[in-house]
């Protein structure tokens, strides 16, 4: 058994971070990813089971906006409510803020996490063409944090 400790990045976590993205992504240089992450101010909240850090939020505030620029979960830990916690989180954090919208971009094959988002209250607002380096279009989602719920 373990408990899941949602917390603020430390840079212990880097390697478990990385890990984590070189398997939920198609990213050639997961390194990187965080790199930017980091050097755009983001903020990161980790999934941390006490062994290991399994899951991440990666949050960016832009005027009165935040983006989740990534989130993800270790493929043995997914469907346990982690990335459920995670975006609580990102949606406490972005409130306190004083953001008026949450904004992400989501491939459109990507059901589990539309799913995840539809959840808590986000809907679709546009469509983005071959947004992806793939070809892939992506999905806008958004959610209005003066009218969400607390989920909590
Ligand atoms: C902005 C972006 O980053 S978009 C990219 C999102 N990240 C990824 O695609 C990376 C790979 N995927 C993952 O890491 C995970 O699947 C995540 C982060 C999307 C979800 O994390 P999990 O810990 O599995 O989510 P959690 O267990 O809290 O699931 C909550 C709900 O999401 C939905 N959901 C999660 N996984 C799935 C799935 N495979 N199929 C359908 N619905 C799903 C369900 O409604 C689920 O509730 P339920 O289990 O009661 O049915």
């Given at each position: 058994?373990?408990?899941?400790?949602?917390?603020?990045?430390?840079?212990?976590?880097?390697?478990?971070i990385?890990r984590i993205?070189?398997?939920?992504?198609?990213?050639?240089?997961?390194?990187?990813?965080?790199?930017?992450?980091l050097?755009y101010?983001?903020?990161?909240?980790?999934?941390?089971?006490?062994?290991?850090?399994?899951?991440?939020?990666?949050?960016?505030?832009?005027?009165?906006?935040?983006?989740?620029?990534?989130?993800?979960?270790?493929?043995?830990?997914?469907?346990?409510?982690?990335?459920?916690?995670?975006?609580?989180?990102?949606?406490?954090?972005?409130k306190?803020?004083?953001?008026?919208?949450?904004?992400?971009?989501?491939?459109?094959?990507?059901?589990?996490?539309?799913e995840?988002?539809?959840?808590?209250?986000?809907?679709?607002?546009?469509?983005?063409?071959?947004?992806?380096?793939?070809?892939?279009?992506?999905?806008?989602?958004s959610?209005?944090?003066?009218?969400?719920?607390?989920?909590?």
């Amino acid at each position: 058994m373990y408990s899941v400790l949602i917390r603020p990045f430390e840079p212990r976590d880097s390697s478990d971070i990385i890990r984590i993205d070189a398997e939920s992504f198609s990213t050639q240089n997961p390194t990187y990813d965080l790199f930017v992450y980091l050097a755009y101010g983001s903020e990161i909240f980790v999934a941390d089971i006490g062994a290991m850090v399994v899951g991440y939020v990666v949050l960016v505030y832009r005027e009165d906006e935040a983006k989740i620029m990534s989130i993800a979960v270790k493929k043995e830990f997914r469907r346990k409510g982690i990335g459920s916690m995670l975006l609580r989180e990102a949606i406490k954090r972005a409130k306190e803020k004083g953001t008026k919208r949450l904004l992400l971009e989501v491939r459109v094959s990507n059901v589990a996490a539309q799913e995840l988002y539809k959840k808590f209250g986000f809907s679709v607002v546009g469509v983005l063409d071959s947004y992806y380096s793939d070809g892939e279009s992506a999905y806008l989602m958004s959610l209005d944090l003066n009218q969400a719920d607390d989920f909590s």
